[in-house]
């Protein structure tokens, strides 16, 4: 599996090059893709030259008190057979390694991943090594590896999407361990433990993201993140939470009502964001792109407001809608997107999330799904997580006295 990622880079860089990747303090989620490691410390260098391509990992070399306050160093066996690679080095040959292939196999373009679309100060190592061997070697054209293994990324193979639906399925035993607990006099802060313990218990070694868990009035502003407040009777709480499973995310929205109760209000608004998610997931398919997917949303949205009178004309949406309904999923949660290859393909994993946000009511109401889109059309990976509100309160009912 990773071979065949390696090798589908070799094939998109010119002849006569190297790709330099590197695992940094934090792992780089594209060394991770190529690897299948999620270990800092360690550099891939891909070489295509004279109609060949070759892989070599350099790890750390090991090192007895170094592991004995920082624990075990990967062996070269370890790091071999999870990556697939067979030429193990140690960092301190790397230099040498790249300096030999410059001098005397004729390479003309240097690939680095550089993701980075920031006006920060804070360099990636891959941004500061480019530069310096651009410095170095004038005559080398220094290229990005990014858009290529991002092309790449976009498109899930089975196993990727295996472990998506893996964390889905964590993160729905979660909003279920949430829905037996929740009640009037909680703290946001308590749901999200209730929430992170149960993914937890299960395997997730942590949350894909910071956990949103918006009770009343906080479910209307969409990156909520304090979770400090009380869960009043009567409120709604918005939570937009998810799993990661081996590397890969899952991101789901729920909307519950914290007595277990929807008001008629609280239903008549939440069944038009239903109805939205509904037709997003009927639209989605090859050949479109999340926009498209948003002007679904936008027309249902604002078709249900101006039925119940909220609005009055779609040019109002904005005041209670204002994000996007769309957007890729998998090593990261808003995962890399080109726009080279913006077409939805069979493989892409997108979420679907549409919402609306009524600050005078105090209902914050969001569904999101996660969508992977196939030949003809999508499945949705989380169709098993209750969605409609006849369901939601029946299951809650069940525990609550």
């Known amino acids: 599996m990773y071979e065949t990622r390696r090798q589908y880079v070799m094939d998109a860089m010119k002849e006569h090059s190297l790709g330099i990747i590197y695992a940094d303090r934090e792992v780089c989620r594209n060394f991770f893709y190529l690897t299948g490691i999620e270990r800092a410390g360690m550099i891939l260098l891909l070489v295509k030259n004279n109609g060949q391509s070759h892989a070599t990992l350099f790890i750390q070399k090991p090192d007895p008190l170094y592991e004995k306050w920082n624990g075990k160093l990967m062996t070269a066996k370890e790091a071999s057979d999870l990556s697939g690679i067979e030429d193990i080095a140690y960092l301190e040959d790397f230099e040498a390694t790249v300096l030999r292939y410059l001098e005397r196999s004729g390479i003309e373009n240097l690939y680095f991943n550089?993701?980075?679309?920031?006006?920060?100060?804070?360099?990636?190592?891959?941004?500061?090594?480019?530069?310096?061997?651009?410095?170095?070697?004038?005559?080398?054209?220094?290229?990005?590896?990014?858009?290529?293994?991002g092309?790449?990324?976009?498109?899930?193979?089975?196993?990727?999407?295996?472990?998506?639906?893996?964390?889905?399925?964590?993160?729905?035993?979660?909003?279920?361990?949430?829905?037996?607990?929740?009640?009037?006099?909680?703290?946001?802060?308590?749901?999200?433990?209730?929430?992170?313990?149960?993914?937890?218990?299960?395997?997730?070694?942590?949350?894909?993201?910071?956990?949103?868990?918006?009770?009343?009035?906080?479910?209307?502003?969409?990156?909520?993140?304090?979770?400090?407040?009380?869960c009043h009777d009567g409120d709604l709480i918005l939570l937009d939470l998810g799993a990661m499973y081996e590397g890969y995310c899952s991101d789901i929205t729920r909307t519950y009502p914290v007595n277990g109760h929807f008001t008629e209000r609280q239903k008549q608004i939440y069944d038009i964001v239903l109805q939205a998610n509904e037709a997003v997931r009927k639209a989605a398919?090859?050949?479109?792109?999340?926009?498209?997917?948003?002007?679904?949303?936008?027309?249902?949205?604002?078709?249900?407001?101006?039925?119940?009178?909220?609005?009055?004309?779609?040019?109002?949406?904005?005041?209670?809608?204002?994000?996007?309904?769309?957007?890729?999923?998998?090593?990261?949660?808003?995962d890399v997107t080109i726009a080279s290859n913006a077409l939805l393909k069979p493989g892409a994993v997108i979420s679907n999330e549409p919402g609306l946000y009524i600050e005078e009511e105090a209902i914050g109401i969001r569904i999101e799904d996660d969508l992977l889109i196939t030949e003809d059309g999508c499945e949705v990976l989380s169709k098993d997580i209750m969605r409609t509100t006849e369901e939601i309160e029946a299951f809650m009912q069940k525990y609550h006295s």
């Open 151 to 230: 092309t790449a990324r976009m498109q899930k193979d089975e196993d990727e999407v295996a472990k998506i639906r893996k964390a889905i399925l964590m993160t729905k035993n979660g909003l279920e361990a949430v829905m037996k607990h929740l009640r009037p006099n909680l703290y946001e802060y308590q749901v999200q433990a209730v929430y992170e313990y149960a993914i937890k218990y299960q395997g997730s070694i942590k949350p894909s993201f910071p956990t949103i868990a918006g009770a009343g009035y906080n479910g209307t502003m969409l990156h909520y993140g304090t979770n400090r407040d009380l």
């Open 114 to 149: 550089l993701d980075e679309f920031s006006l920060s100060h804070t360099e990636s190592m891959s941004t500061r090594e480019a530069k310096r061997f651009g410095e170095h070697f004038p005559a080398l054209h220094i290229e990005n590896l990014y858009p290529i293994i």
């Open 285 to 334: 398919r090859p050949g479109l792109t999340t926009i498209d997917l948003n002007n679904v949303c936008k027309e249902v949205l604002a078709s249900g407001l101006m039925e119940i009178g909220l609005i009055h004309s779609a040019d109002e949406l904005g005041k209670y809608y204002m994000h996007g309904v769309s957007h890729h999923l998998g090593l990261d949660v808003h």
